[in-house]
């Protein structure tokens, strides 16, 4: 069975109704008591004492009346006797109005009957009336006859009026006994019902310290010792069905919250302290990461400003890591660059500090006395590069690389640190362009060499946005019949400030900024739309960097460029070197393959240089070869180069593949090139790269001379 509970707003209502019901009856009991005493009181007032009064003048006003009445009797003239009757008969007037005024003042209230009064003061009046009938003299008053009865008379009246005073008198000191016992009444009623009340006040007050005020007191002391830190206190009053219940399960839920709350702030904590390990330390390495470094080279340049020391920082880049992780995966290339780390606090003095900037990247800071900072920095660089350089063994796996250092020094290189990062940088940029393995310091023209490879950079951009890179052609001769074979497309730069920009300047350039492949779409679209007037017989030969070698959608790209430009793609010669096929060979065979399986015939350009892999002729099935330049232009005055280009065209010969021999720029070299075999000769002997307008004029010239011929 469940049991019904006022909430504390109900109790607390009908406690103070019970409250307010007994005031307001002792209120209107008192009001009623008050109310009768106050009547009571009144008629004393109004009634019984002005009653009093009148009798009291009733009683006078005989007394004058016997008065006058002897005055007259004993008047000697007749103005007495008159004066004396006038007396008496006013008295008579009054005693007859205040006969009436005392009948007037009760009406039909009860009161003291006047009876007696009346009766007696009317046989005195009678007796009056008939002794003054009876004229009386002086001698007959004097020798008292007829007074006696007339004394009687008036004795009797005066003392009925005196009778009725004291009963009047009695009757008032009833009503007043009367008043007072409602007054003594109303006192102990009020007194009774004052404690009623003062018990039911203390009850209440009982009631709410033990329902509110101490419930409140124990919730209070909980949330003082929740605030404190008592996470595991139990919030009393919690069983409870009214508004405390309610307002503990409340406290209760936020206890729980706290809990949470510290819970949920202690993995903030942890979290945020975790954060600043991770922003201040690489986590793969141990090393102090960037942001350290940074505020470390920070610190010792301000050292530097006070006078205190020099310092040096070197940038160490490893070379050539990213094959490592391309090829043996990333937990080999992380566990080289913990050992790199390892190797780099070894030779680093006690004091250094190392750190790795990201990626294959490290930095050391060295401080050290002015005068011995180069000499310090020389040494660490080179012991670093040592380390660095020793194989790496990981398992059954031996790793070897090596790195370039960059060093920038301060104060000589700057007094910031974004100036010496920079220098750094561009020091270590100087190594790996002079070959890797070795480190730099920074010297002012590497930061202007560096600008202006900026600002080539940035034209290249442009220039091959707006297609101001135009293909240029040089002549492919057939040696056998002097007939022009074709043209080799070469990309020619011409900028309105720097002037003529060099392939091979902006050709590598363009490689190393990503935008080989829009350079080369471009003057291959621009090269076929312009040499499609030529004729079947005359072919175009263009050269595909390694670079997009790589895309496998490559051979689709160029056959559509060609499709737009309704150019033959059995025109089209597609020249590559063999360090293309390096990096992936089964990409480049489904390349080649789709190009000449839709006609277009594909050359290997430079053999002779780099690795003139015998694997390759065979993998790969190109319709032309092309000697490197080198050996074709040493033929001249080395009988050695003569030799190895005449194996060469042998072996090609015998292998069923045309050639082509690069840099004839003499009749002697092509003479013995035709003598052994080589088909095509390319070079200045025929003709330097020219314009599409020139190529046409010797086209054309050529075309007259075979017909002259």
């Avoid at 209230?109 to 006047?114: I, M, N, Q, V, Y």
């Avoid at 780390?341 to 750190?355: C, P, T, Y």
């Avoid at 360090?579 to 990409?587: G, H």
């Avoid at 080649?592 to 240089?609: M, N, T």
Wanted: charged fraction near 30%.
């Amino acid at each position: 069975m469940t049991s019904f509970r006022f909430s504390l707003q109900a109790q607390l209502a009908l406690f103070i109704g019970a409250f307010l019901a007994i005031v307001l009856g002792l209120a209107v009991l008192s009001m009623q008591s008050l109310r009768s005493v106050d009547a009571k009181t009144d008629a004393l007032a109004t009634k019984w004492i002005e009653g009093t009064r009148l009798l009291g003048e009733l009683s006078d006003r005989i007394s004058e009346f016997r008065i006058a009445e002897t005055y007259r009797a004993l008047a000697d003239t007749d103005e007495d006797r008159i004066a004396a009757e006038q007396r008496a008969a006013t008295n008579r007037l009054v005693i007859e109005q205040l006969q009436r005024d005392y009948f007037a003042l009760f009406g039909a209230e009860p009161r003291p009957d006047l009876a007696k009064v009346r009766d007696a003061l009317a046989a005195y009046l009678a007796a009056h009336d008939a002794w003054m009938e009876r004229e009386p003299d002086l001698a007959s008053i004097r020798a008292a006859r007829g007074v006696s009865a007339l004394h009687a008379a008036y004795k009797a009246a005066d003392d009925a009026a005196d009778a009725a005073i004291d009963e009047l008198k009695w009757s008032a000191g009833a009503e007043a006994e009367t008043a007072g016992r409602i007054t003594r009444g109303a006192i102990d009623i009020t007194l009774l019902a004052a404690s009623l009340g003062i018990a039911l006040a203390i009850w209440l007050l009982f009631r709410v310290k033990e329902q509110i005020t101490r419930p409140l007191a124990a919730i209070t002391e909980a949330l003082a010792q929740l605030a404190a830190g008592n996470r595991h206190i139990e919030v009393p009053e919690i069983e409870r069905d009214d508004e405390i219940g309610a307002m503990a399960k409340s406290f209760d839920v936020f206890r729980a919250n706290a809990q949470a709350l510290e819970r949920a702030h202690e993995a903030t904590r942890a979290a945020q302290e975790h954060a600043q390990i991770l922003a201040r330390q690489d986590l793969l390495t141990g090393l102090p990461n960037r942001r350290m470094m940074v505020a470390d080279l920070h610190a010792a340049i301000e050292r530097v400003e006070d006078g205190a020391a020099a310092c040096a920082l070197l940038s160490v880049d490893l070379d050539r890591f990213k094959p490592i992780n391309d090829l043996e995966g990333h937990r080999i290339g992380d566990a080289v660059l913990c050992e790199v780390a390892r190797r780099l606090r070894l030779v680093s003095r006690k004091n250094d500090i190392v750190a790795r900037l990201g990626g294959d990247e490290f930095a050391i800071l060295i401080e050290m006395t002015p005068a011995t900072h180069l000499d310090q920095a020389m040494r660490v660089a080179g012991r670093a590069l040592a380390a660095i350089a020793e194989p790496i063994e990981i398992g059954d796996r031996r790793i070897e690389l090596s790195a370039s250092v960059g060093v920038s020094l301060c104060p000589e290189n700057g007094l910031d640190v974004g100036t010496l990062l920079r220098a750094a940088d561009i020091a270590m940029y100087h190594a790996k362009r002079d070959g890797r393995g070795r480190f730099r310091f920074f010297e002012q023209s590497m930061d202007e060499e560096l600008r202006r490879r900026a600002a080539l950079e940035s034209a290249l951009k442009k220039a091959v946005a707006a297609g101001d890179i135009r293909p240029f052609y040089q002549p492919l001769v057939d040696l056998r019949d002097s007939r022009i074979y074709g043209f080799e497309v070469l990309s020619r730069w011409t900028h309105d400030k720097l002037g003529s920009i060099p392939p091979d300047v902006f050709i590598p350039l363009a490689e190393q900024i990503g935008v080989i492949a829009d350079l080369t779409w471009s003057v291959v679209r621009r090269a076929c739309r312009e040499s499609l007037h030529w004729g079947a017989q005359v072919r175009l030969s263009v050269n595909v960097s390694p670079m997009q070698l790589k895309d496998p959608l490559l051979a689709s790209r160029l056959l559509a460029t060609l499709e737009e430009e309704k150019f033959p793609p059995s025109r089209l010669d597609v020249e590559i070197t063999e360090s293309a096929l390096i990096d992936d060979v089964d990409i480049a065979r489904a390349t080649l393959a789709a190009l000449q399986a839709e006609g277009v015939r594909i050359s290997l350009d430079d053999f002779g240089a780099g690795y003139s892999s015998l694997y390759h002729l065979r993998a790969f099935h190109f319709d032309k070869v092309k000697i490197d330049r080198s050996f074709v232009l040493a033929m001249q005055h080395d009988e050695e180069s003569g030799r190895i280009v005449d194996a060469i065209l042998s072996l090609l010969k015998h292998l069923g593949v045309t050639t082509v021999a690069e840099g004839v720029e003499t009749e002697e070299v092509l003479r013995r090139l035709a003598e052994n075999g080589c088909e095509i000769g390319q070079g200045f002997y025929f003709g330097k790269a020219m314009t599409i307008g020139d190529a046409s004029k010797l086209l054309r010239r050529r075309r007259v001379d075979r017909r002259v011929a």
